[in-house]
């Protein structure tokens, strides 16, 4: 999503066309899901994937229409069918794929590009779950037009046909009166990770968790490690162990590295108290449980909560080396997320 953005973002103050690709339906198997998304350069590039590479090539052909015509469109891929019709066509599924094209063209479509651009940039930054809503069909083009896009925080007061259990997908509904078909989703908030430290195995796991467009902010006393970080991550410098002083997100994933006992030991004394989705400590167990033991000896930690700490942190996955300990630490970090024990998926199938 990140890079999504900043492409946009650079076609939009260098003027040039591009188009904006969204899978809207998907029946049956396929690579990606409802919500995906890609960026098709007017040049030919495409930036992001929405299947294993079986569409992309036909997908150029249809954004050169769209850039040309400058009207959004429409297009299926059906893989259902005989598995030897199939075979030897680098299909990845066996499913079906509707995905809409629409045009970013800051120059001819300004209000449109601006548009697509704001809705981008609102979920990165947003702090709570909204729907989206893109207009793909209308009974009346003059009252409201296709491509127009709507997003309502959780109210849903303009959108009653919503309930929570929808995550995406097309739909069909009244809108001020007006029969229309849309693409709707459910936005939430990025996750956000806290990492305590700013060595370079810090600047490391922050630029993985942008990568994977996860909200970053670096803690540290040292003005001149937090101006090193990769340009997207949040530095927020504080005093030496003044940790209290940190305006915390709603329920950040926290991991302490800062390779130093007495910092690691404050920063735990207080992000223990927080509401936290995950916390961490990187070291050992037995150099945890030292910190552990101080903590108990100060009365700064109950018991129920020491079982919340992860330490050592990362799965087991026999890391060696700053790349792969990040990689260790990061796939953690999305198991805990998503709520799964980070096993292998052959096993689960068995």
Same mark, same amino acid.
């Given at each position: 999503?990140?890079?999504?953005?900043?492409?946009?973002?650079?076609?939009?103050?260098?003027?040039?066309?591009? /188009?904006?690709?969204?899978?809207?339906?998907?029946?049956?198997?396929?690579?990606?899901? &409802?919500?995906?998304?890609?960026?098709?350069?007017?040049?030919?590039?495409?930036?992001?994937?929405?299947?294993?590479?079986?569409?992309?090539?036909?997908?150029?052909?249809?954004?050169?229409?769209?850039?040309?015509?400058?009207?959004?469109?429409? /297009?299926?891929?059906?893989?259902?069918?005989? &598995?030897?019709?199939?075979?030897?066509?680098?299909?990845?599924?066996?499913?079906?794929?509707?995905?809409?094209? &629409?045009?970013?063209?800051?120059?001819?479509?300004?209000?449109?590009?601006?548009?697509?651009?704001? &809705?981008?940039?609102?979920?990165?930054?947003?702090?709570?779950?909204?729907?989206?809503?893109?207009?793909?069909?209308?009974?009346? !083009?003059?009252?409201?037009?296709?491509?127009?896009?709507?997003?309502?925080?959780?109210?849903?007061?303009?959108?009653?046909?919503?309930?929570?259990?929808?995550?995406?997908?097309? /739909?069909?509904?009244?809108? =001020?009166?007006?029969?229309?078909?849309?693409?709707?989703?459910?936005?939430?908030?990025?996750?956000?990770?806290?990492?305590?430290?700013?060595?370079?195995?810090?600047?490391?796991?922050?630029?993985?968790?942008?990568?994977?467009?996860?909200?970053?902010?670096?803690? =540290?006393?040292?003005?001149?490690?937090?101006?090193?970080?990769? !340009?997207?991550?949040?530095?927020?410098?504080?005093?030496?162990?003044?940790?209290?002083?940190?305006?915390?997100?709603?329920? !950040?994933?926290?991991?302490?590295?800062?390779?130093?006992?007495?910092? =690691?030991?404050?920063?735990?004394?207080?992000?223990?108290?927080?509401?936290?989705?995950?916390?961490?400590?990187?070291?050992?167990?037995?150099?945890?449980?030292?910190?552990?033991?101080?903590?108990?000896?100060?009365?700064?930690?109950?018991?129920?909560?020491?079982?919340?700490?992860?330490?050592?942190?990362?799965?087991?996955?026999?890391?060696?080396?700053?790349?792969?300990?990040?990689?260790?630490?990061?796939?953690?970090?999305?198991?805990?997320?998503?709520?799964?024990?980070?096993?292998?998926?052959?096993?689960?199938?068995?």
């Amino acid at each position: 999503m990140r890079i999504i953005y900043n492409i946009l973002k650079n076609c939009w103050e260098e003027g040039k066309r591009s /188009v904006l690709a969204t899978i809207i339906k998907v029946d049956g198997s396929a690579y990606q899901r &409802e919500g995906t998304r890609s960026v098709i350069l007017e040049s030919g590039e495409v930036i992001g994937m929405i299947s294993g590479g079986c569409v992309e090539g036909d997908l150029l052909e249809h954004a050169k229409d769209v850039i040309l015509s400058h009207t959004p469109k429409k /297009v299926v891929y059906d893989f259902r069918g005989d &598995e030897d019709d199939l075979w030897g066509m680098g299909v990845g599924c066996n499913g079906a794929i509707t995905v809409w094209l &629409e045009p970013f063209d800051p120059v001819n479509q300004k209000e449109s590009a601006k548009q697509i651009l704001d &809705e981008f940039e609102a979920r990165l930054t947003c702090n709570d779950a909204y729907y989206f809503f893109m207009c793909i069909d209308t009974a009346h !083009p003059d009252k409201i037009q296709v491509g127009k896009y709507l997003s309502i925080f959780l109210q849903k007061k303009e959108m009653d046909f919503l309930n929570d259990s929808i995550k995406s997908g097309l /739909v069909d509904t009244m809108m =001020d009166g007006v029969k229309v078909s849309g693409f709707v989703e459910r936005v939430k908030p990025l996750p956000s990770l806290l990492i305590i430290g700013s060595g370079p195995d810090a600047t490391m796991l922050a630029r993985c968790a942008l990568d994977l467009n996860w909200r970053v902010s670096v803690i =540290d006393h040292r003005e001149q490690n937090l101006t090193s970080l990769v !340009p997207e991550a949040n530095g927020l410098l504080i005093n030496r162990g003044n940790y209290t002083s940190i305006n915390i997100p709603v329920n !950040p994933y926290i991991v302490i590295m800062t390779h130093n006992l007495e910092l =690691d030991y404050m920063a735990l004394q207080t992000f223990i108290q927080c509401n936290f989705s995950y916390i961490g400590v990187l070291g050992s167990q037995q150099r945890t449980r030292k910190l552990v033991e101080l903590l108990k000896e100060n009365h700064a930690i109950h018991q129920d909560q020491i079982a919340n700490i992860h330490s050592p942190i990362g799965l087991d996955i026999g890391a060696q080396g700053p790349e792969e300990i990040t990689l260790s630490i990061m796939s953690e970090l999305i198991a805990c997320k998503n709520g799964r024990a980070g096993g292998s998926l052959s096993r689960l199938s068995r």
